[in-house]
T-cell receptor, first 116, second 113 residues
């Protein structure tokens, strides 16, 4: 499968624990995005990378959240001291801007986080 | 401020009848607009996109959308619904470089056999 891969598919954790999610983008895609989707809502932008550089972060991304993309390949999203309000589907997407445009994002199936 | 409003949270149509999913947008500049579909346990998939070329945009699986600047609308249509069209549909607004997408709240489409 050459699509965007996210692991794990599901994560259940207790409040106060740390969790880390992984995203493997489509090979050669230089951009990688993280979105969060809560029940009954559309996805909300969290952050994005161009290669290894994190170029923008949403106000939704509190200091308990950190994202990395070492070497411009896979990315990790870590949430420290999880809260019940962090329960959501975390979506990763990737795209290529090599043609000078950025018109199509490819999304993974997401990681569903439940904080008890 | 950028925003997108999907006017119906749930639409039900009979198989073989037309589909209309409504979307209005607000943007301070010429927008990029998209429709994405989300099937259960699958990733979001791009149906079609408008990027200031033709106002009538054709997408995959027989869907199309018309950009109407005067009405700030970008409604999604399909002439004949198929059972496989049952899914959640999102109208999406892009910023200048489409780095940040603003999603609507979604419309759940149900197809009645």
């Amino acid at each position: 499968d050459t699509g965007v891969s996210q692991n794990p598919r599901h994560k259940i954790t207790k409040r106060g624990q740390n969790v880390t999610f992984r995203c493997d983008p489509i090979s050669e895609h230089n951009r990688l995005y993280w979105y969060r989707q809560t029940l009954g809502q559309g996805p909300e932008f969290l952050t994005y990378f161009q290669n290894e550089a994190q170029l923008e972060k949403s106000r939704l991304l509190s200091d308990r959240f950190s994202a990395e993309r070492p070497k411009g390949s896979f990315s990790t999203l870590e949430i420290q001291r999880t809260e019940q309000g962090d329960s959501a589907m975390y979506l990763c997407a990737s795209s290529s801007t090599t043609g000078g445009t950025n018109e199509k994002l490819f999304f993974g199936s997401g990681t569903q986080l439940s904080v008890l | 401020a950028q925003s997108v409003t999907q006017l119906d949270s749930h639409v039900s149509v009979s198989e073989g009848t037309p589909v209309l999913l409504r979307c209005n947008y607000s943007s301070s500049y010429s927008p990029s607009l998209f429709w994405y579909v989300q099937h259960p346990n699958k990733g979001l998939q791009l149906l079609l996109k408008y990027t200031s070329a033709a106002t009538l945009v054709k997408g995959i699986n027989g869907f199309e959308a018309e950009f109407k600047k005067s009405e700030t609308s970008f409604h999604l249509t399909k002439p004949s619904a198929h059972m496989s069209d049952a899914a959640e549909y999102f109208c999406v607004l892009g910023d200048f470089g489409n780095e940040k997408l603003t999603f609507g709240t979604g419309t759940r489409l149900t197809i009645i056999p």
